[in-house]
């Protein structure tokens, strides 16, 4: 997959194989407890090619994602600037 940003036109280039698909998974909500928290995303494969991860829904903290990572199947592993306590979703896109 390439990315090409053209940034006189602000826009985004994605070229990726013909046989590529691209999907969007939500995730389990987050329980609380540590800034780091794996999360439920059904239907995510180790294999995909991870494009995008945003946070859908804060949690009761009100804190913002900062990122991902540990992508396994059917999970993901979300780091927030801190406990994001209950109710964060993340949206996951891929190519597969």
Do not use: C, Y
Request: no cysteine.
């Amino acid at each position: 997959m390439a990315f090409k940003f053209n940034p006189f036109s602000a826009t985004l280039d994605i070229t990726s194989p013909s046989s590529g698909t691209v999907m969007v998974f939500t995730s389990s909500a987050t329980v609380g407890g540590a800034a780091d928290e794996t999360l439920t995303v059904t239907g995510l494969l180790a294999t995909d090619t991870i494009i995008s991860v945003t946070q859908k829904t804060q949690g009761s903290g009100n804190l913002p994602l900062l990122g991902w990572f540990n992508q396994t199947n059917d999970a993901i592993t979300g780091h927030w600037i801190g406990d994001p306590v209950i109710g964060a979703v993340l949206l996951v896109a891929v190519v597969r």
